[in-house]
């Protein structure tokens, strides 16, 4: 049985930066696709990183590049996100999602879910 759960949201002012954690059981991350998600309050869930370790390719939203870094730590078995340069536009419930069949950056795509963490931002 497959489970995610996220770790590491709080409050921070811009500049700042914080590391979501989002521990896996049920399979191996370095076996399948993960992904952070975002979505705040009124909009729609988007992406914002992706991973796939077995061709180490990696994916970022444009409004995150150079800010945010996606990795896998295998021996935790967890999906990481560094989060640098945080901006209040940055402010949401982070997810993360694992088991991609289509594109990284939509979230229909994902089989497993987990519960979310919120990231705060203040200017």
């Known amino acids: 049985q497959v489970q995610l759960v996220e770790s590491g949201g709080g409050s921070v002012q811009a500049g700042g930066s914080l590391r979501l954690s989002c521990a896996a059981s049920?399979?191996?991350?370095?076996?399948?696709?993960g992904a952070w998600f975002r979505q705040a309050p009124g909009k729609e869930r988007e992406g914002v990183a992706a991973?796939?370790?077995?061709?180490?390719?990696?994916y970022y939203a444009d409004s995150v590049k150079g800010r945010f870094t996606i990795s896998l730590d295998i021996a935790k078995n967890t999906l990481d996100l560094q989060m640098n340069s945080l901006k209040p536009e940055d402010t949401a419930t982070y997810y993360c999602?694992?088991?991609?069949?289509?594109?990284?950056?939509?979230?229909?795509?994902?089989?497993?879910w987990g519960q979310g963490t919120q990231v705060t931002v203040s200017s």
């Open positions: 999602a694992a088991f991609l069949n289509g594109v990284w950056s939509r979230y229909q795509g994902y089989r497993y």
């Open positions: 049920g399979y191996r991350v370095i076996s399948a696709f």
């Open positions: 991973i796939y370790d077995g061709d180490g390719t990696t």
